[in-house]
Structures are given as C-alpha cells and as structure tokens.
C-alpha cells in the first residue's frame, strides 16, 4: 500500500482538522492581532456582517492549555467516529455541530463575551455519539461507551456553570447540534437501524434551532424589529 492510500484508508479528516488549528494557533501566536480576525464577537457578526465568525472560531484557540486538551479529544475521538461514520459524514457533523454551538453563543451570549475554541464541534461529537448509541441499544460496548461520556458531557457543563471562561452556551448548542445530526445521518453500513422519519424529523430540528437562534441573536442586537 503507497503512503498516500494508507493515509487515505486512515483518519484523515481528523488528522487534517488537528493540523488546520494546530497551524492557526502557530500563526496567531507569531502574530497575535489575527486571533482576533476570527473569533466570536456578537457585535461584529450583527452589525458588521462578518458572518465568518460563525464558521473560524471552531479553529481558533487562545491559549497552550486550551489547544492541547482540545488537540487530544479530538485526536482520540474523533479517529473513533471517523472510522464509524466515514469521512464525509463525520466532517459534516463536526462542522455542522460547531456552528450551531457558536450560533447560540451568537445568540444567548452577551455582547462583550469573545470566544474561541473546537469545543463546540467536540460537543458535538458527543451528541453524535450519543445519539448513534442509541440505535445500538445491544451492544454493551457501544452502551458503556455512551455512559463513559454522558457522565464527560455533565461533568463539563457543570464546569462550565462556574467557570466565567466556558463558553458554556456555545458547548450546549454543539452538543444539541451533534444530537440532533447525530439522529439525522445514517451510518453508512447500518443505515436500516435508522427510520428515515426520524431522520427528517431531527435534521428539520436542526434547521429550526439554527434559524430561530439566528434570529433570537440578530433581534438582540436591533438589526431585526
């Protein structure tokens, strides 16, 4: 096998994430004013249309602590749902997931808070998870695994509840987000385990949740009367 079919068989959509933000935290480190083309910032995406900034924070980290816990979930688990979900399908949660978390930062968060971070995407890879486990109800791995982070998921929201750095609402939109993709896209291999209205049901949630948090957050800040 060339090493470019192997690389190519293996999980390279987690590999390619991890290099993006690993690569961006190099280059805003070097120049430090960049960060701050690409973070959430309320008043910006509102008022200024830089509708980006729904999209950049999922790669942007502030700080050395805050890339290297990120970097090793991702690392670990996202090899995990990449080899279940296959690589379009675990690309699209994951992006999809960290922008219903900074589309409800956007809308719930106030003006001043600026935020960053693949957090939200990382919540929603255990909405996904959650949500797959589910149609899995017979197999003990597939269960202990779902306890395993159900109880990360409360620990973690729990954290964030007293901790005035956590992006708390970001973290619980990209966990409602996966959920609901989660629900909404069929595994390859298995897609009989899912019946294709629940399927519709929970990817029109997903639209919903989006649109009427877009909404909510473009009314907060007076653009919508």
């Known amino acids: 096998m060339t090493p470019v079919k192997k690389f190519l068989n ?78 379009a399908r675990f690309l699209l949660i994951y992006l999809l997931s960290g922008v219903m978390g900074n589309i409800v930062s956007f809308a719930f968060n106030p003006a001043y808070v600026h935020s960053a971070g693949a957090s939200t995407a990382l919540f929603g890879m255990f909405g996904a998870f959650v949500a797959m486990a589910m149609h899995f109800k017979h197999y003990p791995m597939m269960q202990s695994m779902m306890k395993q982070y159900l109880l990360l998921i409360i620990m973690n929201l729990a954290l964030g509840l007293f901790s005035s750095s956590i ?10 987000g996966g959920f609901c993709l989660g629900q909404a896209i069929a595994l390859k291999q298995q897609p009989m385990l899912y019946k294709k209205s629940v399927q519709l049901l929970f990817g029109l949630l997903f639209l919903f949740l989006c649109i009427i948090c877009l909404f909510y957050g473009f009314k907060k800040y007076q653009i919508l009367v």
């Not at 992006?167 to 409602?176: A, K, M, Q, T, V």
Request: zero cysteines; glycine letters at 12%; a neutral charge.
């Open 10 to 87: 293996g999980p390279y959509v987690t590999y390619s994430l991890l290099t993006l933000q690993i690569g961006l935290f190099l280059l805003n480190y070097l120049f430090p004013s960049t960060q701050y083309f690409g973070v959430m910032n309320g008043p910006l995406i509102a008022v200024a249309k830089q509708y980006w900034r729904l999209v950049t924070p999922i790669f942007i980290h502030f700080g050395l602590t805050h890339i290297l816990f990120n970097s090793v979930v991702l690392y670990y688990m996202g090899q995990q749902l990449e080899a279940i979900y296959g690589h």
């Open 167 to 176: 992006d708390l609402f970001g973290h619980i939109g990209g966990l409602l």
